[in-house]
Antibody, heavy 119, light 108 residues
């Protein structure tokens, strides 16, 4: 079946970086865009950016420009989201989500990865 | 960026009630709007896309309407499984997506 499986929870110190993976299966990896969305504890959803697995092009929300990098590995159908210069406000659940094309709702979501930033 | 404003932020209702949630966009997004349901500790689930199209497998008691800047999600007869938080999302521009603040549907 179509699914996105993310890497496990992370605990990081302020100033460090974290890299979260999202492995796709059950569909043609390069046919759908992948988005990253985060949710701080008790808060709403926040869109971080998008990657086109076909060519690797990316677009990031202005808030994360300079701190986030999204990449993909077509050989393993995996996308990655790396966030640097972590601060306590980055403590959140990070989700990958599939989007069909440049104008499409997110029809498949990963299970989420909890990232805790604490000294 | 396009701002999405949901109302109410919390809604108390009983099983069998008709429930309506509103989402307003700060500028026109045509029909590029989706609705998601999220339960505690779970990823969001797509309910409605393109403002009024029901995602496959979603019960028909869910419906969406609207275009331009004003949209609604309606649950025709609230079921026990529907108590959750609902989010709208605009995807008019794929590089500047935004979500509404969420509406928590609670048991009255």
């Amino acid at each position: 079946q179509v699914q996105l499986v993310q890497s496990g929870a992370e605990v990081k110190k302020p100033g460090a970086s974290v890299k979260v993976s999202c492995k796709a299966s059950g569909y043609t990896f390069t046919s759908y865009y992948m988005h990253w969305v985060r949710q701080a504890p008790g808060q709403g959803l926040e869109w971080m950016g998008i990657i086109n697995p076909s060519g690797g092009s990316t677009s990031y929300a202005q808030k994360f420009q300079g701190r986030v990098t999204m990449t993909r590995d077509t050989s393993t159908s995996t996308v990655y989201m790396e966030l640097s210069s972590l601060r306590s406000e980055d403590t959140a659940v990070y989700y990958c989500a599939r989007g069909p094309g440049t104008k499409g709702a997110f029809d498949i979501w990963g299970q989420g990865t909890m990232v805790t930033v604490s000294s | 960026d396009i701002q999405m404003t949901q109302s109410p932020s919390t809604l108390s209702a009983s099983v069998g009630d008709r429930v309506t949630i509103t989402c307003r966009a700060s500028q026109s997004i045509s029909s590029w709007l989706a609705w998601y349901q999220q339960k505690p500790g779970k990823a969001p689930k797509l309910l409605i896309y393109k403002a009024s199209s029901l995602e496959s497998g979603v019960p028909s008691r869910f419906s969406g309407s609207g275009s331009g800047t004003e949209f609604t999600l309606t649950i025709s007869s609230l079921q026990p499984d529907d108590f959750a938080t609902y989010y709208c999302q605009q995807y008019n521009s794929y590089s500047k997506l935004t979500f509404g603040g969420g509406t928590k549907v609670e048991i009255k």
